[in-house]
């Protein structure tokens, strides 16, 4: 079983950074994809970034293209979430999480899952950005 612990949420005016964490006891397999997502209440969860444990560059979703860069430190076995220019929309609850079989890391984003339907998830850390 795979955990995933996520730090380095909190409040920042807009145009400010932020930079998120995700420590994992161990990547569910060579070259998974993990990814970080978002949720507002009431809306339903979207995908942030994500990325190969086995290299490569992200991929992203089109509202923070630009302005976030995931990360990772493999020999941390840790992900990363590099936040800039934050804007309100940006406020959500992150959600780390790491597909625990095979699924193409564009997809991830959409399917915020593994094509076998399995996955694992972090406890989230909340984002506020204020204006």
């Known amino acids: 079983q795979v955990q995933l612990v996520e730090s380095g949420g909190g409040s920042v005016q807009a145009g400010g950074s932020l930079r998120l964490s995700c420590a994992a006891s161990?990547?569910?397999?060579?070259?998974?994809?993990m990814g970080w997502f978002r949720q507002v209440p009431g809306k339903e969860r979207e995908g942030v970034a994500s990325?190969?444990?086995?290299?490569?560059?992200?991929y992203y979703a089109d509202s923070v293209r630009g302005r976030f860069t995931i990360s990772r430190d493999n020999a941390k076995n840790t992900l990363y979430l590099q936040m800039n220019s934050l804007k309100p929309e940006d406020t959500a609850i992150y959600y780390c999480?790491?597909?625990?079989?095979?699924?193409?890391?564009?997809?991830?984003?959409?399917?915020?899952?593994?094509?076998?339907?399995?996955?694992?998830w972090g406890q989230g850390t909340q984002v506020t950005v204020s204006s």
């Open positions: 161990e990547y569910p397999y060579s070259g998974s994809c």
């Open positions: 990325i190969y444990t086995g290299g490569g560059a992200g």
């Open positions: 999480a790491a597909a625990r079989s095979w699924i193409g890391c564009g997809q991830y984003l959409v399917t915020m899952t593994s094509q076998r339907g399995d996955n694992y």
